[in-house]
């Protein structure tokens, strides 16, 4: 996006300038109003020319931020800022201290950003890769309610439990994917290389060959003729899959493919309410008030699916509908957790409560994945049973029966 210069007067009537990244001059015009500053005049800033493949470089050689990285960095916040450190020198320490250079070059521009007079969510609003939408929102709460050191903390375990919880959902998944494609992997070896070599010695038989020893030949002489454009088929397939889910259908249908998957589909959407339900404690724990809360934690829960019946239910919230008939309407959350809303609303302790059911989530994605092992190794054992029987059958029965027909001559 482009860089805008801005010229305006802050809430004490003061003259301030600066530069602000932003889609359009309307845009940029809100989020200084937002930020306590009315806007007098914005153009489009005019900086060096930078040739297209000088950013390319630059953006391949920029280190990439994990989440272990922006964990670091907000439990350090918090530790200076409580300390009582100026936040312009806290800034100067972390950037020095940053092991990862591309967070290093972040918080460079955020002290430039402070230096110019800028708040520091809207410093953080320039680096959307780098912190969410949440993050940046639960930084402003902590500037207009003076807790900034307090919300740094926050965000710190909020991190952590994102980390704990995509951990185990990964390790859910990886198991049964590792297996299948072995699986397959193995499947196309035996049909290239294992079949062939028998089909040689089946082309000597005098006699009719069974059914199934029929079927794998026709198949491995399809696949041995037209493995090139079965194997092109495939990355194609993969490919138009790959922009298939990063269309706004497309990953809508995937991911709410992925709550139906057998067995895994219930430990990510228990993983996806337990990111919700923490998010929208930490929100509300902040003083965000609800219709703002829902609205800054739709951006948070990593799935397209449970994102629109969260919008859903903040459409029933701005109607005047209560927290508890929205998420009934939602039909995504269990009895439980929908009793446990509404005592919360009903005793005002609402993000308590919406914290105890993150805490209950993560405990049955816990308990889940205990059990993971014994729920899906059945499963992947009759299939591979199903699948060794069929080459077994095909090929060696005809050896069998050749074995029985030379008996029967001697004999």
Known sequence: ????????????????????????????????????????????????AVSIGDEWRTRLMRERVKLEDLMLFSRQAYTLLKAGVPILRAFSGLQESATNAGLAAVLQD???SLDAGRELHAAMRRHPRVFSPFYVSMIRVGEMTGGLEQVFLLL?????????????????????AFVVVVMGVALVIVNLFVIPAFAKLFAGFKTELPLMTRILLELSNFMVNNWVGM??????GVLAFAFYIRSSTGRYVWDRFKLRIPIAGKIVLKATLARFSRSLSLALSGGVPMVQSLAVVVQTVDNAYISQRIEQMLAGVERGESVHRTAVIAGVFTPVVLQ????????????????????????????????????????????????VLILALGVFLPIWD???VATGGTG
């Open 340 to 387: 446990m809303i509404a005592v919360g609303e009903e005793s005002g302790d609402l993000k308590d409560l919406l914290s105890e059911v993150a805490d209950m989530y993560q405990k049955e994605i816990e308990y889940d994945l205990k059990n993971l092992s014994g729920q899906i190794e059945p499963v992947l054992v009759i299939f591979l049973g199903i699948l």
């Open 1 to 48: 996006m482009p860089n805008f210069d801005y010229r305006g007067r802050n809430d004490r009537g003061e003259l301030v300038r600066g530069t602000v990244e932003g889609s359009d001059s309307g845009a940029v015009a809100d989020q200084l109003l937002n930020s306590g500053v009315s806007p007098l005049d914005i153009t489009i800033a005019k900086g060096p």
């Open 110 to 112: 955020i002290r430039i």
């Open 402 to 404: 050749l074995g029985r």
């Open 156 to 176: 710190f375990n909020h991190l952590e439990f994102e980390k704990e919880i995509k951990g185990r959902v990964s390790q859910a998944l990886n198991y049964p």
């Open 231 to 236: 194997l092109a088929g495939t990355v194609g």
